[in-house]
C-alpha cells in the first residue's frame, strides 16, 4: 500500500505560480514513477507531468510553464507551476505506479488550484 498526501493548491492570480508538493509513504519501489493530472469541472481527467529515474513527460498544454521533480530520499514529488492561466483550474492529483511502466496504482484526495483574478 502507498498513502499520498498533496498540499500546496489555493487561489492564484492569471501569470501568478504556485508549487503542489506530495508526499508518498509506505511501499515504495525504487522503480516507481510518479505524477500529477488533474481534472477540470466537465471536463476528462488528464495527465499533467510524470516523473521516473530515467526522465520526464509533460502534456503539451503546460510545456515551459511547468516543472515535475522529487526527492527519492524523502519520497516527496513537487510540481512548480508558472504562468498560470484559468485553463489550469482544476483539482490536481499526486499518483503513483509501482513500476515505471504501469498507469498509476494509487491516487492522492486531490488538490484544488484555481486561477482567477
Known amino acids: 500500500q502507498v498513502q499520498l498526501v498533496e498540499s500546496g493548491g489555493g487561489l492564484v492570480q492569471p501569470g501568478g505560480s504556485l508549487r503542489l508538493s506530495c508526499a508518498a509513504s509506505?511501499?515504495?519501489?525504487?522503480?516507481?514513477?510518479m505524477g500529477w493530472y488533474r481534472q477540470a469541472p466537465g471536463k476528462q481527467r488528464e495527465l499533467v507531468a510524470r516523473?521516473?529515474?530515467?526522465?520526464?513527460t509533460y502534456a503539451d498544454s503546460v510545456k515551459g510553464r511547468f516543472t515535475i521533480s522529487r526527492d527519492n530520499a524523502k519520497n516527496m514529488v513537487y510540481l512548480q507551476m508558472n504562468s498560470l492561466n484559468a485553463e489550469d483550474t482544476a483539482v490536481y492529483y499526486c499518483?503513483?505506479?509501482?513500476?515505471?511502466?504501469?498507469?498509476?496504482?494509487?491516487w492522492g484526495q486531490g488538490t484544488q488550484v484555481t486561477v482567477s483574478s
Open positions: 509506505g511501499s515504495i519501489l525504487s522503480r516507481n514513477a
Open positions: 499518483t503513483y505506479s509501482s513500476l515505471w511502466y504501469r498507469s498509476p496504482d494509487y
Open positions: 516523473i521516473t529515474n530515467s526522465g520526464t
